[in-house]
């Protein structure tokens, strides 16, 4: 008979520790959002072999008293909480008092800290949870954590550790979204001996994006802000022409929390979807603003699940809100032939981002010079090298987050122009030169050049007719004889019953067979042909997943694909009184910037561009 076991209080650690410590980027993500915690408006971090042998974190937040600290690593021990009751009102990144005791459980940790109101600080120095040393110490303001040897007492854990490049790219990666989560506190990240960014902490968040991914990135994103029902929206969003392979660029933070979210991706992709092509997804960083009764981070140890209240009118809302921002600016995509003077001389002029300015390391070279003569304390000229590499200054008052600045403004001013190009009013002044390789039409408008590809916009013109038709309920039904008999699952029998008004609505005439057999004896009359037992199943597990609010996804895809086939190609040469009953039509829609498939229907060049190019203009 098997004899039940009383585990001891290290191996009990050494298993918790399994789900807060995966990496060396895990121990980098708790201490640093301790740092956040602790009010700390400059963060340093270290890393040497990918974090694997060697972790340091210094901030100049409140530290922590000397009577506090052994209680710090103690299990489920928090300053965040005190009741059950305070999970439905966090602010706080922290909250499960499991972060510290799990580092010290599978590594050897080095602890320094001090508060504003002692004059010295307390080292403590804690292995395998063991606790093995803790002295009175000269010390800055702040915390400084040192992690060693991440998994030295669990060698299967370490094995399953990548390459210290591959960490070290993890903790990189995390030290981004950090950055972009708190634009106010100043960043320092150093791997292997070369510090590899920093910022200011002068709370531009546009800055901090330029920094990380780089001028095309930065240039192509436009500021965003919006307020409604408790949730407060504020961040930044590319345009359609940045867009990316995969979701991996879709940054989102609740309260200041880096977050995953299927409910918000699904949402700011339906915002987007009229301006991408399949299978490409925006880049956006948006921040949140929630109230805490309406969310619960409590869902993993991680703390980057959440569960929001009412989900569906909350996708809504983040849904209508990106919608509306990008309906509300100029889409047209700009030929750019050579770099702009005044943008290479606006990068050139944003300065570097330096989180110890001259002017503060003459005032800590003051403020160390003063107390080393006024002060007798033994040790702490021993770790005034340990802590140079972090701030020792508190933030006195932070900068309110800035999501536009100098890169921006070229944006902010586009969403100001009311007469777009594509548009009513605007298309007195566009004069048609001519049709350019029997497939794009050349227009001149005031200082451009536009360039209208006839068949994406010829099948946006299409697809916007067909999807009116649907749904305005005015499609037509094609009788289909003998009928198409389908066998139907008990969910899938639900899902349709729930559902047959849609059904009915998109053109499908569909009867009880006997048992659970439906037999199709209708489809809709534009979409005949097109695999309609298939369409019909895929509408049915669309709906059977998740409940889907507007046209079904599967729906907009095989109308996408008619008003394809319907739309004028290319190298179909038209008359200029058929290009321009369709330019006219073009400009009716709401979206008249891409084809149902997310391509352009038109590109700009300015004048300025082809001037250059024949030198009219030198600089």
Request: aromatic share 8%; hydrophobic share 40%; with cysteine.
């Amino acid at each position: 008979m098997a004899i039940i076991h009383i585990l001891d209080h290290q191996t009990i650690d050494k298993i918790a520790a399994g789900e807060v410590v995966e990496r060396p980027s895990s121990v980098v993500k708790e201490l640093v959002e301790n740092a956040i915690d602790a009010g700390a408006g400059a963060v340093t971090v270290e890393i040497k072999d990918g974090g694997i042998s060697f972790i340091r974190v210094t901030d100049n937040g409140n530290g922590i008293e000397r009577g506090q600290v052994r209680n710090a690593f103690l299990r489920h021990a928090t300053s965040k909480i005190s009741s059950a009751e305070d999970l439905t009102e966090l602010v706080s990144l922290g909250f499960r008092g499991e972060a510290l005791a799990s580092i010290a459980a599978v590594s050897m940790v080095e602890l320094i800290s001090k508060t504003r109101e002692d004059l010295t600080g307390i080292r403590y120095v804690i292995e395998g949870g063991d606790e093995k040393e803790q002295e009175e110490i000269g010390a800055p303001d702040g915390t400084t954590v040192l992690v060693r040897n991440l998994f030295y007492n669990t060698p299967p854990r370490k094995k399953f550790l990548k390459q210290p490049q591959t960490e070290g790219s993890y903790v990189a990666d995390l030290m981004e979204h950090l950055a972009m989560s708190n634009p106010q506190i100043s960043f320092k990240f150093v791997s292997g001996g070369q510090t590899k960014f920093y910022t200011t902490g002068d709370g531009d968040l546009a800055q901090i994006i330029y920094r990380i991914y780089g001028r095309e990135i930065a240039n192509g994103l436009m500021p965003f802000h919006h307020q409604a029902e408790g949730v407060a929206i504020d961040g930044l969003l590319g345009r359609p022409v940045i867009n990316r392979a995969n979701r991996n660029y879709e940054i989102f933070y609740i309260n200041g929390r880096y977050v995953k979210s299927s409910l918000i991706s699904r949402a700011v992709e339906e915002g987007y979807r009229e301006y991408l092509m399949q299978h490409k997804f925006p880049f956006c960083v948006l921040h949140f603003r929630i109230n805490t009764d309406r969310i619960d981070v409590n869902v993993h140890p991680a703390k980057m699940e959440v569960r929001i209240a009412d989900g569906p009118a909350f996708y809504e809302l983040v849904k209508a809100a990106i919608h509306d921002a990008l309906h509300g600016t100029e889409m047209i995509p700009e030929v750019v032939l050579t770099p702009r003077a005044a943008d290479s001389a606006a990068l050139r002029s944003m300065p570097a981002p330096e989180p110890f300015e001259s002017r503060r390391i003459a005032k800590e070279a003051a403020e160390r010079t003063v107390l080393s003569a006024a002060s007798d304390t033994p040790g702490q000229e021993d770790y005034a090298s340990l802590l140079e590499a972090g701030p020792t200054e508190q933030r006195t008052a932070r900068e309110p987050v800035s999501y536009g600045r100098p890169l921006l403004a070229k944006a902010a001013q586009t969403e100001l122009f009311a007469d777009k190009i594509l548009s009513p009013p605007a298309r007195a002044k566009f004069e048609i030169i001519g049709q350019l390789f029997d497939t794009y039409w050349l227009v001149s408008y005031e200082e451009k050049l536009l360039i209208i590809d006839q068949h994406a916009a010829h099948e946006k013109v299409q697809y916007e007719r067909f999807l009116k038709r649907f749904h305005a309920h005015a499609v037509v039904s094609q009788a289909v004889n003998p009928p198409l008999i389908v066998t139907l699952s008990g969910r899938e029998r639900e899902c349709y019953l729930t559902h047959a008004a849609d059904f009915e609505a998109l053109g499908f005439v569909v009867e009880e067979f006997g048992g659970n057999d439906y037999a199709i004896r209708g489809v809709p009359l534009d979409l005949y042909g097109y695999g309609e037992q298939e369409f019909f199943r895929e509408i049915l597990e669309e709906l059977s997943e998740n409940a889907v609010t507007g046209t079904p996804e599967t729906v907009r895809t095989r109308i996408a694909a008619m008003a394809c086939k319907a739309a004028v190609k290319g190298n179909m040469r038209l008359s200029l009184p058929e290009a321009e009953r369709l330019i006219d039509e073009l400009l009716t829609l709401d979206n008249p910037y891409n084809c149902p498939h997310g391509r352009p229907t038109i590109v700009s060049m300015t004048k300025y561009e082809l001037e250059k190019k024949f030198k009219r203009i030198v600089t």
